[in-house]
């Protein structure tokens, strides 16, 4: 099939509308952006077109028909309007019978249609046709008020700056697309008749969402960042969806994995029906390697004839699909979260108080952009070769690893003194420095330790879980030797909570007047008998 024009741009007249006099409308300034954004990509000028001139009481026009039959991609900007007019609903349709006959609509899966949503549509009054199709959303919902902005510059520079960061989305999937269809499709010349090109030189007041004729740099305000497509895919990660308040984060993490050559889904909307949900999420979760889950401060929605909200829906089926081999979890809590809604508190307290959270998953409550580090080192790491095994060292010290609340750094020194005086040699946590380096320091420590001792002090119950969470974690970080020893000292302040304390996954010893030499006797000569 020779394909006579890249993408046609099928909208209400309506949403074109300018809101200033003098400037340009949205449909029409996305039209502009878009070309010139996909041209820098695909390096060359495509054929993006759209009809200016025909209104909802005209009739179809044959020509169009035809042209629809012979154009790459469709893309749908979603409003209201939209549903309501017969002229788009019959483009959608007259596209789709055209993309069946041509042998289908997907190429390597993905769907010849790209869905931009201009404002939000409930999905079932979205077209059938539609509703399987991952959107582009142009919009931003305030989580606090419920209010809707589109993203237009007259909303200010934020709205202006988030509208080519998904503009920068969309040009790139689309031109992904494009170039896979080109590998079996030469793309004929095509000069539109009767219909509009986006013309480089806009009339009357520049508007600020038009991109400059040089390619925009990731610096410039307002401009689309310059980076190139992905061309290979090195590994599948399941992005759980999230919900309003941390969408914003999760789009920007798929954006770094994917310029990274990672493979991310889903990449159709999760259906809201409860088994249809569970089908489509445990389908995903069976094709990736790792999943990341980003859990807000809203429970978000439950899917029709479920419990649960989809969010825990996510979290629970990639829980069962981590036992069955070869399948990684990671997890973020934004740092210092408020939350109000009961469900929401609950599911965070068992998230982090879940005992299924081990070697081959972990909880993160940092900044968003150790997230982002955490995310990538974990897929380096599976994707760098087997460690070696260390040879066996019978001569050095054993290394223990003391693993303590910042607010216990001087009330440890005792311990410090008193075990390095038995030849052991004595790691000491490390509190100042850069996030990500004492992060590193941490796992790289973990990984090559003899013994671990966490003085279970300041901190609450929920942070020693956390510390021995991590420490099971070990091999992930690299470890080769067997497991760590891992003992627990009990320091003051003395609590109830702290006396009652039992677990089968260390071994526990009261220290609390301070260094008992002799309640550590045995803790000595197990770490020098396993190294020796």
């Known amino acids: 099939m020779d394909f006579e024009g890249d993408a046609f741009i099928s909208y209400a007249h309506l949403d074109d509308l300018e809101l200033i006099e003098g400037r340009k409308g949205w449909v029409a300034n996305f039209h502009r952006a878009l070309e010139v954004r996909v041209a820098q990509l695909l390096g060359k000028q495509p054929h993006i077109w759209r009809d200016p001139k025909l209104s909802g009481n005209d009739l179809f026009a044959e020509t169009l028909v035809d042209r629809l039959k012979r154009v790459a991609v469709l893309v749908s900007v979603v409003t209201p309007r939209y549903l309501k007019s017969e002229w788009t609903l019959r483009e959608l349709t007259e596209f789709f019978k055209a993309a069946e006959a041509q042998g289908g609509l997907k190429v390597r899966d993905k769907a010849r249609v790209f869905k931009v949503m201009k404002q939000p549509v409930p999905l079932d009054k979205i077209p059938q046709e539609l509703r399987a199709i991952l959107g582009y959303e142009f919009f931003k919902t305030d989580p606090d008020t419920g209010k809707v902005r589109e993203l237009d510059e007259v909303f200010g520079p934020d709205a202006q700056r988030d509208f080519w960061i998904k503009l920068d989305d969309l040009a790139h999937d689309l031109v992904a697309l494009l170039e896979a269809l080109e590998e079996d499709v030469q793309l004929a010349p095509f000069v539109p008749d009767q219909m509009q090109q986006a013309s480089s030189a806009g009339a009357g ?79 995903a979760l069976a094709q990736s390697r790792l999943a990341i889950h980003l859990l807000g401060k809203h429970y ?220 550590l006797r045995p803790f000595i000569a197990q770490l020098k008998a396993a190294r020796g």
């Open 300 to 519: 978000g929605l439950v899917p029709e004839g479920a419990t649960q909200s989809l969010a825990e829906l996510q979290y629970e089926l990639a829980t069962v699909r981590s036992t069955q081999g070869r399948f990684s979890r990671l997890l973020w809590i934004p740092p210092n979260l408020q939350v109000d809604d009961t469900r929401q508190r609950a599911l965070l307290d068992r998230v982090r108080m879940d005992p299924r959270i081990g070697t081959h998953a972990d909880l993160l409550e940092t900044s968003f952009e150790e997230l982002r580090t955490a995310a990538q080192d974990w897929l380096e790491r599976d994707l760098a070769p087997a460690p070696v095994a260390d040879a066996p060292d019978t001569g050095a010290a054993p290394q223990v690893y003391f693993v303590a609340d910042q607010r216990d750094a001087d009330r440890i020194v005792p311990w410090c003194d008193a075990l390095f005086d038995q030849h052991l040699e004595v790691i000491q946590p490390i509190f100042d420095g850069d996030e990500a380096e004492l992060r590193a320091f941490h796992e790289e420590t973990l990984s090559s330790c003899d013994a671990c001792l966490i003085f279970y002090g300041a901190g609450n119950e929920l942070w020693l879980r956390r510390k021995l969470r991590e420490i099971q974690k070990s091999p992930g970080y690299g470890r080769t030797k067997p497991a760590p020893l891992v003992w627990i000292a009990q320091i003051g302040p003395r609590t109830p909570e702290k006396e009652r304390f039992r677990t089968h996954e260390a071994t526990v010893v009261p220290q609390w007047d301070g260094v008992a030499l002799e309640a």
């Open 205 to 283: 007041t520049p508007s600020a969402v038009a991109p400059p004729a040089a390619a925009p740099t990731a610096s410039a305000p307002g401009s689309a960042p310059a980076v190139a497509p992905p061309t290979v895919t090195r590994a599948t990660v399941y992005l759980a969806e999230t919900t309003s308040d941390v969408r914003e984060q999760r789009e920007s993490l798929r954006r770094d994995l994917q310029q990274h050559g990672f493979r991310v889904l889903p990449e159709q909307p999760i259906p809201h029906e409860a088994d249809e949900a569970m089908a489509a999420v445990q389908d």
